[in-house]
């Protein structure tokens, strides 16, 4: 069954009294009725407990934005995996282009969050994706391919069994300037060719999601593709009725292509 698996990354947006509104309207679409598409929900570290708290019975999932590379320890500010575990956190962004930009995030400790993720039984996304630079140079494959090798050149192909990556070019990140569907998808199939060249089952097995500007208008233009598996969606998903009526549009569209 091809399944669409969507999380919504509020970033550092949101407050609890919209906390409680968005996952109760949420809720009150979805829970338990969604047969084609999952939804996970990314709310700042500090929202994590109390988002949990609202949906620990339900069939919506936590995410968080980020984990610390250290366990525990004299590390002012940061969070750890098993604090996350014990939260009730199941997936974890990791990469994502925003903690490059703005905190410095290289690829070694992408590498090892990636690890330790993994290590701890939860599930990491791994943000991938070119600048617009590198796109008009048509390196967009070997960029994803050098940030997925990243990860593979300590680890086995296997690492990726149970993972997420997020294909996602930087330049269409919060922008508005949404990728072209039929490029996305080409990269997408490039991607699980990559990983099937290594290892075929953890290739049919990736969930391969797009990010970038994904909203209600243009969500149907990636819904059909075959190697476009879900979405991470940033701003459109922090005005709750336009991520209802873009999360019914994809089961909607998920169930017609099921019955084929
Ligand atoms: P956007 O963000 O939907 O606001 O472009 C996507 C993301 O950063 O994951």
Not at 49 to 74: C, E, R
Not at 150 to 155: G, N, S, W
Not at 237 to 251: H, Q
Request: with cysteine; net charge positive; aromatic share 10%.
């Amino acid at each position: 069954m091809k399944k669409c698996f969507i999380i919504s990354n509020w970033k550092l947006n949101g407050d609890l009294v919209f906390l409680k509104k968005n996952i109760n309207i949420i809720k009150k679409e979805f829970n338990f009725s969604l047969k084609f598409c999952d939804l996970a929900i990314a709310p700042p570290y500090v929202y994590l407990h109390t988002m949990y708290n609202y949906i620990k019975n339900t069939s919506i999932h936590l995410a968080a934005q980020n984990v610390d590379i250290h366990t525990q320890g004299a590390f002012t500010g940061e969070i750890s995996v098993s604090m996350l575990k014990d939260v009730g956190v199941k997936y974890v962004i990791i990469g994502h282009s925003e903690r490059k930009l703005f905190h410095n995030e290289n690829y070694d400790n992408i590498s090892t969050k990636f690890v330790l993720i993994k290590n701890f039984n939860l599930i990491p996304i791994l943000c991938i994706g070119e600048t617009e630079e590198e796109k008009k140079q048509n390196k967009t494959e070997k960029i994803c391919v050098n940030q997925i090798n990243y990860i593979l050149k300590t680890q086995g192909v296997e690492i990726l069994n149970n993972a997420i990556i997020a294909y996602e070019p930087i330049w269409a990140i919060g922008s508005g300037k949404v990728a072209d569907a039929n490029e996305v998808q080409k990269v997408h199939s490039f991607i699980r060719k990559y990983i099937a060249s290594i290892n075929q089952k953890v290739a049919t097995n990736i969930i391969l999601q797009y990010g970038g500007s994904v909203n209600n208008n243009n969500i149907n233009n990636f819904l059909d593709k075959k190697d476009i598996n879900g979405f991470l969606i940033g701003k459109a998903s922090l005005t709750t009725e336009n991520f209802i009526s873009l999360v019914k549009k994809a089961e909607k569209k998920m169930s017609l292509l099921n019955r084929f």
